[in-house]
């Protein structure tokens, strides 16, 4: 099935509930003036549906394979990525000294979206470039800079990121890659990474890695780690490419989805050890690594959101076709009716829509807030965006890809039998989606981030500044009195109030009861979605009265105050008095 932007809604949202407007006014995104916005999303809207969507399902059945050591990506891979690349794309968001366009995060996520919708498996391996962008310019030497940023900026050369390694996936204390200095700048680098995104392949002349590893002397721990460039082929003085460095691709995984996307294996050091040059300083490579890892996740919410629209259009275009049954108020004798009269289907399919746009709006409100917390000149307000995104990033990474999980099977359950066969591509979506909510940091661990880290910042009091802004959002729809809000005021009323108990509980708790704490904190990061992206989705429907599409956001609002936003109370519930039958179930497990 073919695959549509949703570029109004997209714009709507980043103009009403992200902020877009606001930074504009603000004077913090002067080069977006003038109708910038909308001619990128139009543009990219264009080569998404054109070139890379129709590629999605022959990447799915052709996957990526290795042979001789080489990894070869699906037909027709490797030329859209080079009309990509091209076409600017790539260029977006990179430092305008090393020929980026420098646009901000809230543009460039809009674009991510569509390139993940269009093509899964395709946009995983950019958006990593993007991040090894970030890491090199904030955190590399001169050296590494001039070498290596251009070349990643354009899209001529891509990047990856090498955490994982066969005992130490979310524990990195277990990290044994090694680092050696050889005594003239650069270090040698050994070991076996795995799970590695795009760890070869031959879309590009070479691949930048940046890579985890511990010197001889480093302390034990995460103390211990340095953060290492090594590139595929090593670069001469002149810019041109030179000799093969010491690593290559040992192997590839054979996974539920993604397919074509080549996930490596890497050996590093066969002939003595890769050539690796520092990023950062010694035994700090985790904080540089991080630069990488917040953008990722970022990046992986925006891919939850991307996938959940793919396969919300695709069950409502099977919806509209499939006759199935007759409608209720169908005269006798009447043909079959198209399945999406039917309220069970038309409640799924609202449900998919909702909880899409729910998760959107969370994604795009982070990206903003990281924006602000880089363009922002008053160091009070770039604090307090810096908070701001740091709150938002656990909950949209994992509330997005949990929502992509879902609205991808409730796709198939639309489409009946016809979903659970592959000929109809509905299956996909799912394989597809599953590992958003296992990769950069499982969902689990945002939630633990979430509670332990991200609560306590300026003394919970910016938590609290988000939770008075959804509490002004409920105000606001309570002012309207629009009967086509039904109980939306209630139901996120409740839930605003279900979230600032369940924080207070929380701010009181972790100090003195960490285990009671942490048992709540996967429930605690579902309740703050609810009401962020509830919240978010009224504001939206609010600001579109009077418009075109001003019906169906405000039906769409509704229908998530009053069926997703509905389950605050208890799960207010489930963090404030749930604890025992977490710790109680120990029993159960015992040898």
Partial sequence: MSYRAPVEDILATMRHVAGLDALLADGLAPELEDGVTEAVLEEAAKFAGDVLSPLNRIGDQHGSTLKDGVVTTPPGWKEA????????????????????????????????????????????????????????????????????????????????????????????????AKAERAGDGTYK???????????????????????????????????????????????????????????????????????????????????????????????RGLA????????????????????????????????????????????????MS????????????????????GARALALMLAAALDRSHRETDPARRKAAAERAAILTPVAKAYATDIGVEVASTGIQVHGGMGYVEETGAAQHLRDARIATIYEGT??????????????????????????????????????????????????????????????????????DQASALAGATPYLKLFALAQGGTGLAKKALALRGEDAGAAALATARFFAEHNAAEAPGLELAVTEGAGAVEDSAAVFAA
């Fill in 443 to 512: 969902n689990g661990i945002q939630a633990i981030d979430l509670v332990l880290r991200k609560l306590p910042l300026s003394n919970g009091e910016a938590v609290q500044a988000l939770i008075d802004e959804m509490r002004g959002v409920v105000a606001a729809v309570r002012e309207a009195n629009t009967p086509g809000f039904g109980q939306a005021a209630a139901r996120l009323g409740a839930a605003v109030d279900s979230l600032e108990h369940a924080t207070r509980w929380m701010l009181a708790t972790m100090g003195v």
């Fill in 81 to 176: 990525y080079h009309a990509w690349a091209q076409g600017g794309w790539n260029a977006l968001p990179g430092p305008e000294a090393y020929g980026g366009q420098g646009l901000p995060n809230l543009v460039q996520s809009a674009c991510t979206e569509m390139w993940n919708s269009a093509a899964f498996a395709f946009a995983l391996g950019p958006l990593l470039t993007v991040g090894a962008i970030e890491a090199v310019h904030a955190h590399g030497s001169d050296h590494l800079k001039e070498t290596y940023l251009a070349k990643l900026v354009s899209g001529e050369w891509m990047g990856t990121m090498n955490l994982t390694e066969p005992q130490a996936g979310s524990d990195l204390n277990a990290l044994r």
């Fill in 189 to 283: 680098i050994t070991g076996q990474k795995i799970f590695i995104t795009y760890g070869e392949h031959e879309m590009t002349e070479n691949i930048v890695h940046l890579v985890l590893a511990r010197l001889p002397d480093a302390p034990p721990g995460t103390r211990g780690i340095s953060l290492f460039l090594v590139p595929k082929y090593l670069v001469n003085g002149d810019g041109s490419l030179g000799e093969r460095n010491d690593v290559r691709c040992s192997g590839i995984e054979h996974k539920l989805g993604i397919h074509a996307s080549p996930t490596c294996s890497m050996a590093y050091g066969d002939k003595g050890g890769a050539i690796g040059w520092l990023i950062g300083e010694e035994n």
């Fill in 338 to 357: 198209p399945i999406i009269v039917h309220p069970d289907i038309r409640r799924m399919l609202m449900e998919m829509r909702a909880k899409t746009q």
């Fill in 288 to 335: 540089c690594m991080f630069t990488m890892m917040n953008n990722a996740r970022l990046n992986v919410a925006i891919q939850g959101v991307a996938i959940a629209e793919r396969a919300y259009q695709q069950a409502l275009a099977f919806a509209q076709e499939r006759r199935q049954g007759i409608a209720l108020d169908a005269p006798k004798g009447a043909p």
